[in-house]
C-alpha cells in the first residue's frame, strides 16, 4: 500500500496487520492498523511510530516522501508497544540524537519497556506546551487513562488536524484510509467495538475530557481526527466525537444479552425460553453461546444492552469454564447501568447459578430476583419461573423499544 496524503504536507506512513487476530484479548477479526504521519514543514515531524516488525513498512512509506534521515524529530503520543517498540529502530534510521517529544509518564514507559530508549533525546511536553514546526505548530493535551498514563493528543491547530493516539480508533485493516470510504455499518461497529472492549472503564475519564475539550473550543478547530488505529475521519469527525459523548453515558436499553454454555442442552433450554418470553415483551434478545462466540464480540453487544442473563450449568462445584472466562473479561471492563440475572442447570449440587449471582452483584449489576435453578433437563413444571424472571428483567427494562440504530 503506498503513502496516502491526509492534506498537504501531511501524509500517512503507517502500516498494515491484516493477519493479527488477538490483541491482548480482543479479537481483531479484521486485522488492524498502526497509523504513523509525518508533517512536513520547515522541521519534518514523524507522529508515533508502528509495532517494530512494521518498521521497515513504515520507512518505505516515508522514503516515497523524503528520505527518513531528514526527519528532524519525532512525537510520541503513547508508549504502548504496538505505537511504539519500532522507535528505537526508527531513531537509528534517522538519528539517535534527535528529539522524541513525548509526555512525562511517556518518557517513562518507554525507557522502562525498551533499553534501547533510554540513550534517546527525550523533551517532554505537557497540556498547554506547543512546539513549533516552521509555518504549522503542534498544541499537546495531556489524555491521561485514555486509555494509558502516558497518553496525549497533539493538535495542529494551522491545519485543524487532531493527532489522538488510541482516542476514536478501532482495529479495522483496509486499504481505505478514511471514513467516507467505508461504510457506516463497518466503521460504526468497530468502533463500538474497540470502545467497548478498550475504552469501556475508562468512561468517566474520558467523559470528563470530552466536557473540557468542548468548554474550550478545541473541537470547533477539528477538521480531520487522526488516530492511532483504524480509519481517518475528514467527512464529519463531530460524528464520533458525538458517539463517544453519548457511549461515556453507557445509557441502558430495551436489549438483554443471554451469554451462556450447556453440557447436555438443559441450561440453553432455560436460555431459549427466557429469550421467547423477552421476545415477547418487546425485548430485543442477543443470544450468546460461549461455545461459538468469543468474549470480545460478547462485550460488544452487552455494551448497549440494559440486561445481561448469565447461564452456567454447575462443573465441579462450580462456574463452567467459558463462563468463568467470559465474566471475568465483564468484571474488568465496569459496565454501568445493567440488569442482571443468574440461571442454570445441575445435576446433584448446583453451586454455579450462586456463584454467577454473587459475581454479577459484585460488578454493581441491578439484580432482579434471586438467581433461578432447574434440576436436570427443564420440564413444564420448571417453565413457570423461568418466564417469570424474563418478565421481571423486562419490567425493569426502560419501556422505549430498541431502534434499529441502537448501538449507534
Known amino acids: 500500500m503506498e503513502t496516502v496524503k491526509v492534506l498537504d504536507n501531511v501524509y500517512w506512513v503507517g502500516a498494515l496487520d491484516c493477519d493479527i487476530r488477538d490483541f491482548h484479548g480482543y479479537r481483531t477479526s479484521d486485522g488492524s492498523t498502526y497509523n504513523a504521519y509525518l508533517i512536513i514543514d520547515e522541521k519534518i515531524t514523524l507522529i508515533d511510530t508502528v509495532k517494530a516488525p512494521f518498521v521497515p513498512e513504515l520507512l518505505a512509506r516515508i522514503s516515497e516522501i523524503v528520505d527518513p534521515k531528514k526527519i528532524d524529530q519525532v512525537v510520541s503520543n503513547h508508549a504502548e508497544f504496538d505505537h511504539s517498540s519500532g522507535l528505537p529502530q526508527v531513531m537509528a534510521q534517522i538519528g539517535a540524537d534527535k528529539p522524541v517529544y513525548s509526555s512525562k509518564m511517556g518518557e517513562k514507559a518507554l525507557k522502562a519497556q525498551m533499553p534501547d530508549c533510554r540513550a534517546l533525546n527525550f523533551k517532554t511536553v505537557g497540556s498547554g506546551d506547543s512546539l513549533s514546526l516552521g509555518r504549522l505548530s503542534l498544541k499537546f493535551l495531556e489524555t491521561r487513562m485514555v486509555h494509558w498514563p502516558d497518553s496525549m493528543f497533539s493538535f495542529c491547530p494551522e491545519l485543524g488536524i487532531l493527532f489522538s493516539q488510541d482516542a476514536f480508533g478501532m482495529h479495522l485493516a483496509t486499504s481505505r484510509r478514511f471514513d467516507d470510504e467505508v461504510g457506516r455499518n463497518v466503521w460504526g461497529y468497530e468502533a463500538l467495538k474497540y470502545y467497548a472492549n478498550i475504552l469501556t472503564p475508562y468512561s468517566g475519564v474520558i467523559d ?21 488505529h483504524g480509519i481517518i475521519w475528514r467527512s464529519n469527525p463531530g460524528e464520533i466525537v458525538g458517539l463517544y459523548q453519548k457511549w461515556v453515558k453507557q445509557t ?17 433450554k432455560m436460555a431459549l425460553e427466557l429469550s421467547g418470553t423477552l421476545s415477547g415483551q418487546g425485548v430485543l434478545v442477543k443470544l450468546m453461546n460461549m461455545k461459538y462466540n468469543h468474549r470480545s464480540d460478547v462485550v460488544t453487544e452487552i455494551f448497549n444492552a440494559g440486561a445481561v442473563l448469565v447461564g452456567s450449568p454447575t462443573i465441579n462445584n462450580d462456574v463452567y469454564p467459558t463462563v468463568a472466562e467470559v465474566m471475568a473479561y465483564m468484571r474488568g471492563l465496569k459496565f454501568m447501568n445493567k440488569i442482571g440475572a443468574a440461571f442454570g442447570s445441575y445435576g446433584w449440587s448446583g453451586e454455579a447459578p450462586k456463584i454467577v449471582q454473587t459475581q454479577l452483584a459484585g460488578m454493581k449489576y441491578q439484580m432482579v430476583s434471586p438467581e433461578l435453578r432447574v434440576q436436570w433437563l427443564p420440564d413444564e413444571s420448571a417453565l413457570p419461573p423461568i418466564r417469570d424472571l ?3 428483567v423486562a419490567d425493569a427494562l426502560p419501556r422505549e423499544p430498541v431502534g434499529a440504530d441502537f448501538g449507534l
Not at 211 to 228: E, Y
Not at 252 to 268: C, F, G, H, I, Q
Open 252 to 268: 441502558p436499553t430495551r436489549k438483554a444479552v443471554l451469554v451462556y454454555d450447556s453440557m447436555w442442552k438443559s441450561t440453553e
Open 390 to 392: 424474563a418478565r421481571a
Open 208 to 228: 470528563k475530557l470530552l466536557q473540557a475539550v468542548a468548554s474550550s473550543g478545541l473541537m470547533n478547530q477539528v477538521k480531520i481526527i487522526c488516530p492511532d
